[in-house]
Structures are given as C-alpha cells and as structure tokens.
C-alpha cells in the first residue's frame, strides 16, 4: 500500500510554532496560496481512498482539490490533544507552568492532554488495522506533522525522539508505503 501524506498548510501566524492539538484553527493567508498550489500537485495524482483529519486546518488545505468529492473526514487523524497547552507556545509553557524541557518524554508527560500511549495507539490502529483492512493500494491523508511522525517512528522501527526530529514542512507531501509482512 502507498501513502501519500500531507501535513496541513501554514496557520495563522499567531499559532505558528504552537502546540495547536484539537484547537480548530484556519490557515494563514500565506497557507490558503499554499492549499491552493497543493492542490493543483494533488489533482495530478490519482488515489483510491482521501481521508482527511477533522480539523478546519487539515480541510482547509485540501478544500481546493478535486480529490474533496471522495474524501472521508475523521477525528482518528487529528494531532495529539495538549490539554490546557493547546495553542500557547513553548515559552508560554515554561513561564506559566515554571518548568523546562529535560528530555522528550518527560516533555511530553508534562504537558498532559492525550497520553502519548493513547495517541500512539489511535495512529496505528488508523493505519495498521483500519487502513490495511480497506485494501487499497494508493491512499491520501491530509493530517498533522504529529501523526506523520508517530507513523514513521512506527514503521521505520525509529524512537519517537529521532521521528519528532524530523523536520515535516507545512504543505509538505511525503510518501511511505506498508506492506503487509514488514509490520
């Protein structure tokens, strides 16, 4: 099975470089002539399935593409919840809640929300279970860098701190492909 993946265009600029979660944030003017170009890259390719996460971001990046008519909106594709961090920065964090950053994990526990274990297990179940029941061959998903990387921590068989090292561009396309034997 193929995936071509894209990460939501820009956000609007006071949101940029936040932990943005479940909040349901527009993009930027900068991300609607993103979406726009992504779509015309997307509409030269064809697809057997579209599922897009529910949040106005991931479908506002995707809005412009022929690919809309078919595609399935799903809250199983949103980015990890943050809790009462959604949308504040890291220095926000550290000066309300006067801690700092010692290592990922404990980052990560720090700032509550969707437990790391619930949100890995809501990304494979997605792809690991759902999508390889559907037996497609060419799938597009339109979600968060968050879910982009947990996959790819899981199927490159990598740490979560080496996939959140990666570096996933707003708008940005990547493509993985999972076989059945190799999971």
């Not at 936040?18 to 170009?37: F, P, R, T, V």
């Not at 929300?113 to 559907?134: A, D, M, N, Q, W």
């Amino acid at each position: 099975m193929r995936l071509t993946f894209v990460r939501h265009c820009e956000v609007d600029e006071r949101y940029k470089n936040c932990y943005n979660g479940h909040n349901d944030i527009g993009l930027s003017k900068s991300g609607e002539m993103c979406a726009k170009e992504l779509a015309k890259k997307l509409d030269a390719l064809e697809f057997d399935a579209v599922f897009c996460s529910d949040l106005r971001r991931a479908k506002d990046s995707i809005k412009d593409s022929l690919h809309t008519k078919n595609i399935i909106y799903t809250n199983r594709l949103r980015e990890k919840s943050w809790g009462v961090h959604e949308g504040m920065s890291y220095e926000e964090i550290v000066a309300k809640e006067g801690c700092e950053y010692k290592d990922f994990l404990q980052w990560i526990n720090l700032l509550g929300g969707e437990s790391y274990e619930e949100f890995i297990t809501r990304v494979e179940e997605f792809f690991l279970e759902f999508l390889l029941s559907l037996q497609k061959e060419n799938i597009l998903i339109v979600t968060h860098a968050g879910v982009i990387r947990t996959l790819i921590c899981i199927l490159d068989k990598i740490s979560l701190e080496e996939a959140f090292s990666i570096k996933v561009e707003c708008g940005s396309i990547i493509t993985k492909r999972i076989e059945n034997q190799n999971i």
